[in-house]
């Protein structure tokens, strides 16, 4: 019996060629968008898992309130990690991670300059799972200037000679000593290290004081105590050790100072919520966020309902043809399990078939959509073999879609079957209609979101900053060169293709160092927040950022050392009317800054952020960390080639290291970038799918009404008259799902615009948009297929019967 | 052998009730060749497919074989037909995707017979009725009359007690239609009770009673 089954499926799928093509492509593609995004999800989801004892271990972190300025943070004092192991039997263990430090590491002629270099107990074992290759695992780390590297960072480092015992030199100045190689930790993993080096080799090792935040702590507990007892037992082992020295600094007790409103607590972050749930501003490395996986996961699965409906309806559509068999097999003895058990076979197979191709797609998809998703994805996601897997997930998709037309088609009686009397007179196609109308309102609200989405990330790129990110060369580290750093800029600036250059603390994109002000009215309990930059005499010009009023440093005169010049947001919320000439104070030194200029307004953040208060303090204050060069657009390459030269000579065996500062900006965004590709990619297939099952409708609309046509023609139809017939029935869906989608999508789109600070309003014309190009697409199929059947000899059409 | 009494069929339309059969009395006996006639409209196929159980009465009573039809349901009535009934159409009905052979032996499939007894079930009747050399070929490459002979060798595969024939040779060419109903007499004497529906006289003759349908109801 199932062979006999499999070979009508077989015989039908040859047969009805365009049929099985536009069925099985349209399930395929749909297979290839759910397992993609399926995978992306489950290697979102799986951050960190690798770790043995991952529902045990919590990153420590801090909720503080002070003034009016509420804050999270994941920075916690140096002794509280052996503290917390020592004096609570619920903590089994703790590590310290001080860092991320970049570094330039040296063995024999191999320079690296390498990031993500943390200073760390020898703990960090005990907490986290990292595999050693060579080298002993007892006591490690727990000499001073000792080292564990990672395997990468080994093989670039030491190619093929045995690291263990090596001496690394840090910076050209501090030795280390090579003790262990450790595997990388996997890319799903939150934070990743090249070299750990033994915290003990620093001095603040023996640091004591509990109010100074400037490493990272990890617990592993018992998993004895609940989450909310630790934070107790953490916070009153705090308050013990921390009392002391904060009636020493601030000259109050810790309750009188939660008296006046402030608060300070320490949390824990279950390291299963790290790399999803934490706000962007905790992050150490990987940063995911929980709200693009459900994002993601609605749109795998509504693609894949879409191709699920396409086949139910194509299906459904055909039983026609299947008619008489259904019939003659009731007739032979079948009852209607049996025919159910038929058809889903069939769509089980077709389903089946539908997977392989889908694999085949996805195997040669995957390096392009890794390389997208900076992943290291694979088929294989669920250790040696997920074939398996697929496989039943290729059953499930054909009986779900299967499920309707067996259980529709079994349905027909005998006797109207055979009799041929079954499609004859009006149809109610109730459900078929819901489902299509369902695939057009998806389809719409894919596009509208493409739409929106690809609107706002133009609206960002093009937005005026209010400074010249073109052309913007910036070289990273140039305090390198110390006192070299004014005769780098001079040599450079001199060249042709520069325009001008500006050595500066730091530039839009990179600005995180804030700090609180006074007014110049004697209120100090009003604080102002500002974000402090620094640069030198040129820095204005060369970022292209515009003077409002008042003046620039000048580098002759004394007093501009304790000038500043502060941003048009700055003046609004201090509320001065003619800033020029009054003060700001530093609450801590008292100094009186005078403001001597202010520039208008500039985006220093992401357009996530709004503009806020901004401060540049005078040339001389602070270190450079950058210097930024203006150039000219022509022969980049050779002007590139030129500062490394001079690099160079300044700088030794130090590398050399740039970026551009409008990719580096639109960096920023680049997460919001990436899911507006996501949108386009995904947004394309599903219309896509939902054409093909257009497609495969009308054409069975066409074929149904060829008698419908026929005989119109004979009463002297025209062809238009009869194109506009089909086209009527479809575009009524459209406009239907049309109704349907647009609530849905300006709702989901409002929300997401809500992130951005600065955001396109929702227009109409992009609702209107998306329904005109879904008609249009819609229209053009059908119109296809109308004109053909409209174009038919209605004698052959009535002969037909 | 089968029994109808007071059998009425309805299809109800917008409240209205059409009548299909109206107090039908009808009895059979085993190894009857009954021809049922009348003109198009006047019940004789549904009557037909009552008989066959492939459709139901909606009042009276119908006993095959003792059983009460009446009151089976789908899955009785199934399992009932499935061994009792062969069933012979106008149109044919094969199913193009298979090949005669396999459209031969499709009711062995259904009433689970083993596989090498299928087999030389099969090959009987493709020997019986002289069409070994077509087993391989599909409906669409066989003329009218070999596809009704593969009709019948497919209804009769099974040893039904009563074979159906709606129209048989309605869409045969004079010769073919005679060959059939030779056929039909042919099984007739060797045992299998027949009922068919006919338009024509001269195949009216074959069956050795007639029973004339009008209206729904049983005439003269």
Redesign the interface.
Known sequence: ?FK?YL??AI??LI?HKSFSIINIVGLSVGMICFILIGLWINDELSFDKYNENYSQIYRMGTDSKMGDQEGTGIYTATPMGPALMEEIPEIETAVRLKGNYEKLVSFEETNLLLTDIYYTDTEVFDVFTIPLISGSNIDLLSRPKTVVINQSTAKSLFKDIDPIGKMLTFDNKTEYEVVAVAKDLPTNSHWDFTILASFCTLKSYNDTNWLSYNLITYIKTTGAAKENILVEKINDLFVQKAEPIFQQALGITIKDWEAQGNYFYLRVTPLSKIYLFSPSDDALGKKGDIRYVYLFAVIGFFILLVACINFMNLTTARSAVRA??I??????????K?LIRQFLLESILISLLAMVFALIGIKLLLPYFNNFTEKALSLNFAGNNSYPIYFVVAIFIGLISGGYSAVALSSYK??TV??GSLFKGRQKNGFRNALVLFQFAISILVILCTIITMQQMNFISNKKLGFDKEQLLVVERAYILKDQLPVFKEEISKHSTVISASAAFSVPGSCSDGSMFNKDNNTPEELYHFYRMCGDYDYLETMGIELKEGREFYQTNEADKSSVIINETAVKDLGYTDPIGRKILDPGSKEELTIIGVVKDFHYNSLRDEITPIVLFHPDIWYKEFLAIKIQPENVAGTIEFVKDKWSELAGNQPFEYFFMDSYFDNLHKAEQRTGKFFTIFASLAIFIACLGLFGLAAFTAEQKTKEIGVRKVLGASVTSIVSILLRQFTKWVILANIIAWPIGYYIMKSWLQTFAYRIDLNVSYFILSGLITLLIAVTTVSYLAINAANKNPVKALNYE | MLSIRGAFKYYSNNFVKTYVLRDIYLEVKEGEFVTIMGPSGAGKSTLLYIMGMLETLDDGEFYYKENPVHKFNEKKRTELHKHEIGFVFQQYHLIDELTVYENIEMPLLYQKIKSSERKSMVCNILDKFNIVGKKGLFPNQLSGGQQQLVGIARAIIGKPSLLLADEPTGNLNSTQGKEIMELFKKLNEEGTTIIQVTHSEEKAVYGNRIINLLDGRIVD
């Open positions: 019996m006999n070979k009508i015989r039908n047969r008489k068999e019939g003659m097999r009731k007739v032979l003895g079948s009852n209607r049996q005998v006797l055979l009799k």
